[in-house]
């Protein structure tokens, strides 16, 4: 009895390996996989979908450009868009490329880490995404104070994959250049495509951009 009540009070007093992650990602990384599922994760969707309204909405009142309801509404769903094809795609390429790779990773164990990253990326944002903006109006050169921690959370966002697919950072920073591949080639055609026949003033006047 006396060393269940210790053993209790020593992983009651443990700090959450969310906070331990951005110290060291090997070990916090692997106990954020074993501690949760898919499914206690999936809310990041939707949030990640309302946080890219709001940091629009931010950012409008920052740089004193007037923003419609619908322009909100229009970010949020593009969030949303972007939030479910970052993770469908991304775990199926993350996996499938992975495993030419010489990857081990389940396929619930690759969502579960694309989760997290995005968990992370989203976590950090006020810090990478909305300061320096913000910032840049007092100074251009302000804009770059977020860059160092861009390239830590890319670090850590490595060491979360390469622990789900159990090989090294280099091979996961590899598959995932391997994966943007596949998906940045077809899609920079389809823009290309899309701009030059698409007409883009009459949508942009309707959606309500000036």
């Excluded at 391997?178 to 998906?183: H, I, Q, R, S």
């Amino acid at each position: 009895m006396p060393s269940q009540r210790k053993g209790k009070a020593r992983s009651s007093g443990r700090t959450s390996p969310w906070l331990t992650v951005w110290i060291s990602p090997g070990k916090a990384s692997m106990e954020l996989l074993k501690r949760h599922s898919v499914r206690a994760l999936v809310w990041i969707i939707p949030v990640l979908a309302l946080g890219t309204g709001a940091q629009r909405w931010l950012l409008s009142i920052g740089q004193r450009i007037p923003i419609t309801l619908g322009q909100l509404a229009l970010w949020t769903l593009a969030g949303l868009i972007i939030a479910i094809a970052m993770f469908v795609v991304g775990s199926l390429l993350f996996y499938r490329v992975g495993r030419l790779n010489g990857g081990t990773g389940s396929p619930t164990r690759i969502r579960l880490s694309v989760l997290v990253n995005m968990i992370l990326a989203f976590v950090a944002s006020p810090l990478t995404q909305i300061a320096p903006v913000l910032l840049g109006r007092l100074h251009p050169a302000l804009t770059y104070l977020g860059t160092p921690l861009i390239l830590w959370m890319w670090y850590v966002q490595l060491r979360v994959s390469a622990n789900a697919h159990s090989f090294s950072p280099w091979n996961a920073a590899v598959t995932k250049i391997m994966g943007g591949a596949v998906v940045g080639v077809p899609l920079c055609c389809a823009i290309n495509w899309a701009f030059s026949n698409l007409p883009w003033d009459q949508i942009l006047r309707g959606l309500g951009f000036n």
